[in-house]
């Protein structure tokens, strides 16, 4: 399982793939506890392009989004896991409530983003000003880490 990527160590990892001729894709999330849904939303978002970032929320971020009892496991350890997925090629964490900073650095030529947020990518305006295209990406019914944290739950009370 490979290391967390620094921003500065991903951006220039992002200059050598331009010049490359690379397509990046881009998607982040909480990532919390992987299952199925994930794996497929990656392996999709991989078909857009030739190298897959994924930015997860640090742990205060999913903190924040999730509540108190969330992440169920570190940032470290879930980069650790998404990196190791073949449709990954590299993994970074942001601390703030949107990725659009790393966005604005890094500049994805696709976004993606599972269906569920289509109402709202955030980003999306950076990368299409820049001429990168955007695409929600269906997921798949039957996946989610809340109802799969509350299932453990029930079944452990």
């Not at 992440?71 to 659009?100: H, K, M, Y």
């Not at 980003?123 to 453990?152: K, M």
Request: overall charge negative; glycine content about 8%.
């Amino acid at each position: 399982m490979g290391p967390l990527l620094k921003r500065s160590d991903l951006i220039e990892k992002r200059r050598a793939w331009r010049e490359e001729g690379r397509t990046v894709v881009f998607t982040n999330g909480c990532f919390d506890l992987l299952h199925p849904g994930h794996v497929r939303l990656f392996e999709t978002a991989r078909e857009h392009g030739d190298v897959l970032v994924v930015a997860i929320n640090g742990d205060e971020s999913v903190r924040r989004l999730k509540g108190d009892a969330r992440p169920i496991l570190p940032a470290e350890e879930r980069g650790a896991i998404l990196g190791s997925l073949e449709a990954v090629d590299a993994v970074t964490v942001f601390d703030e409530e949107t990725p659009c900073e790393l966005l604005e650095k890094l500049l994805p030529d696709v976004l993606v983003k599972g269906s569920d947020w289509s109402h709202w990518i955030a980003g999306r305006e950076i990368v299409e000003e820049s001429g990168g295209r955007v695409f929600p990406i269906p997921i798949e019914p039957g996946y989610s880490t809340t109802d799969l944290v509350q299932a453990i739950l029930d079944r452990n009370p």
